[in-house]
């Protein structure tokens, strides 16, 4: 008979309770701790804090616990704005001082660029800053049912798919913060059970709420609804699978916000930077970067609907603006003739492929602005750098893949020229950084 190898078992004792001092955080914001040679990762406390956690979950490599009780207190430590922050999944860092989430997102760069790159000396500027309370332009709110068809109407909590019921939420704008209540109202009214599966909240110069509906509404459902639209200052929009339709019986259209002195629309389904204020102070810092001139030709890759590409345009002599997503494409297309721009040109291409000659990668281009999504630009980055451009900025929402892909930089005779930090998600462990290369 064959013997297998069968590994020992790890003995669970979650919700047991275990009493550490806190090192450092770790890239989600837990506070790291050790029991012998296992590492400890709490959610809730901070660096400097002897704390009583319950142990949430045990692995062979690990275990995750949460504070319950602080013995010691940080000095970094604050009261939470927002009384479901220890439930809610929306928020990290609500318990933690403005300057310290700034300095924390700061280090997490920093260990990246000497883990990625093999940089230590950055060359840091003042990191862009707006509000930190009331920024978001667009969040989805979850709507979830128990077996009685109960509604719960919120964020999810951490760690989970099951959401937190909320009452109220500070990330949100005013106009939409104290809203969930009469959401929850409204729903405990309708006869047609299970019928919304999520509520969409869209803050732009025509604020809006969007009702996902799933089911068939009755007679009594939508008079509540129509009821209901009557008394807000804001547009009541139902989507189905086929089309959006206004409840204030107004003809649904697209949204729009300025720019540096564009307009630029957007579907409730476009991607737009949920920051709105920190957007403008972006955009305006990339001009500044960039040094752009009147000559000037510029590359804006991944540019989705033209936030960078039409501002930039006022400026240069062209841009070209290359987006993965046609109907991104086509939004871009109609934002610069919005806005009586005809040097603008934006195409549809797959800026992932591991390596490619598109006609617009030549040596007409004079500067180059990329803001990718999270998994960054490896491949595009790869591209670039054969145009010998004296200036690439390079946009990230996650300093791990933008750390990765600037070395491709470093290697093909670029410096980090400027690092700036954009709290684009404060209260949150996201972090958004801007980069300016520079060929040496």
Same mark, same amino acid.
């Given at each position: 008979?064959? /013997?297998?190898?069968?590994?020992?078992?790890?003995? #669970?004792?979650? &919700?047991? !309770?275990?009493? %550490?001092?806190?090192?450092? =955080?770790?890239?989600?914001?837990?506070?790291?701790?050790?029991?012998?040679?296992?590492?400890?990762?709490?959610?809730?406390?901070?660096?400097?804090?002897?704390?009583?956690?319950?142990?949430?979950?045990?692995?062979?490599?690990?275990?995750?616990?949460?504070?319950?009780?602080?013995?010691?207190?940080?000095?970094?430590?604050?009261?939470?704005?927002?009384?479901?922050?220890?439930?809610?999944?929306?928020?990290?860092?609500?318990?933690?001082?403005?300057?310290?989430?700034?300095?924390?997102?700061?280090?997490?760069?920093?260990?990246?660029?000497?883990?990625?790159?093999?940089?230590?000396?950055?060359?840091?500027?003042?990191?862009?800053?707006?509000?930190?309370?009331?920024?978001?332009?667009?969040?989805?709110?979850?709507?979830?049912?128990?077996?009685? /068809?109960?509604?719960?109407?919120?964020?999810?909590? #951490?760690?989970? &798919?099951? !959401?937190?019921? %909320?009452?109220?939420?500070? =990330?949100?704008?005013?106009?939409?913060?104290?809203?969930?209540?009469?959401?929850?109202?409204?729903?405990?009214?309708?006869?047609?059970?299970?019928?919304?599966?999520?509520?969409?909240?869209?803050?732009?110069?025509?604020?809006?709420?969007?009702?996902?509906?799933?089911?068939?509404?009755?007679?009594?459902?939508?008079?509540?609804?129509?009821?209901?639209?009557?008394?807000?200052?804001?547009?009541?929009?139902?989507?189905?699978?086929?089309?959006?339709?206004?409840?204030?019986?107004?003809?649904?259209?697209?949204?729009?916000?300025?720019?540096?002195?564009?307009?630029?629309?957007?579907?409730?389904?476009?991607?737009?930077?949920?920051?709105?204020?920190?957007?403008?102070?972006?955009?305006?810092?990339?001009?500044?970067?960039?040094?752009?001139?009147?000559?000037?030709?510029?590359?804006?890759?991944?540019?989705?609907?033209? &936030?960078?590409?039409?501002?930039?345009?006022?400026?240069?002599?062209?841009?070209?603006?290359?987006?993965?997503?046609?109907?991104?494409?086509?939004?871009?297309?109609?934002?610069?003739?919005?806005?009586?721009?005809?040097?603008?040109?934006?195409?549809?291409?797959?800026?992932?492929?591991?390596?490619?000659?598109?006609?617009?990668?030549?040596?007409?281009?004079?500067?180059?602005?990329?803001?990718?999504?999270?998994?960054?630009?490896?491949?595009?980055?790869?591209?670039?750098?054969?145009?010998?451009?004296?200036?690439?900025?390079?946009?990230?929402?996650?300093?791990?893949?933008?750390?990765?892909?600037?070395?491709?930089?470093?290697?093909?005779?670029?410096?980090?020229?400027?690092?700036?930090?954009?709290?684009?998600?404060?209260?949150?462990?996201?972090?958004?950084?801007?980069?300016?290369?520079?060929?040496?």
């Amino acid at each position: 008979m064959v /013997n297998f190898y069968k590994p020992k078992a790890v003995k #669970k004792q979650q &919700n047991r !309770l275990i009493t %550490v001092e806190i090192n450092s =955080l770790d890239i989600n914001g837990d506070g790291v701790s050790r029991i012998g040679k296992k590492p400890v990762f709490i959610s809730g406390a901070l660096p400097g804090e002897k704390v009583e956690a319950k142990v949430s979950e045990e692995k062979s490599k690990y275990l995750r616990a949460r504070a319950i009780k602080i013995y010691q207190q940080s000095e970094q430590r604050v009261e939470p704005k927002c009384r479901h922050f220890y439930q809610c999944g929306g928020c990290d860092l609500q318990h933690m001082s403005s300057d310290a989430q700034i300095a924390y997102k700061q280090k997490k760069v920093a260990t990246l660029f000497s883990r990625n790159a093999d940089l230590n000396d950055l060359p840091w500027q003042a990191p862009l800053i707006s509000e930190q309370w009331n920024y978001r332009r667009k969040a989805r709110i979850g709507v979830q049912y128990n077996k009685l /068809n109960q509604t719960t109407i919120g964020f999810r909590q #951490k760690g989970s &798919n099951v !959401l937190t019921p %909320v009452k109220s939420c500070h =990330l949100l704008p005013s106009i939409f913060a104290d809203e969930f209540s009469a959401f929850h109202e409204l729903l405990d009214n309708f006869t047609s059970h299970r019928a919304i599966s999520h509520i969409e909240i869209i803050d732009a110069e025509r604020p809006a709420v969007i009702f996902r509906q799933v089911a068939k509404l009755t007679a009594h459902d939508l008079a509540l609804l129509e009821k209901f639209s009557t008394s807000k200052d804001y547009q009541l929009l139902l989507q189905t699978d086929n089309a959006i339709v206004d409840l204030n019986k107004q003809k649904p259209g697209l949204f729009s916000y300025d720019i540096c002195g564009s307009q630029l629309q957007f579907s409730e389904s476009d991607f737009v930077q949920v920051n709105s204020h920190l957007n403008i102070a972006m955009v305006e810092q990339a001009i500044d970067y960039l040094q752009l001139e009147a000559s000037d030709t510029v590359l804006d890759l991944f540019c989705g609907l033209g &936030n960078f590409s039409i501002p930039m345009a006022k400026m240069v002599n062209k841009v070209i603006g290359v987006e993965g997503v046609q109907a991104m494409v086509d939004r871009a297309q109609s934002n610069a003739q919005l806005n009586q721009l005809s040097n603008c040109e934006f195409l549809q291409a797959d800026l992932n492929v591991e390596k490619d000659r598109f006609d617009w990668l030549n040596s007409d281009i004079d500067k180059v602005l990329l803001d990718p999504a999270r998994a960054g630009a490896f491949n595009a980055v790869k591209n670039i750098v054969e145009l010998n451009v004296n200036l690439i900025l390079y946009i990230s929402c996650d300093p791990a893949t933008m750390t990765r892909d600037a070395k491709i930089l470093f290697e093909h005779g670029y410096k980090l020229e400027k690092l700036s930090l954009m709290d684009m998600f404060s209260q949150t462990r996201h972090v958004e950084t801007m980069a300016l290369f520079i060929r040496n």
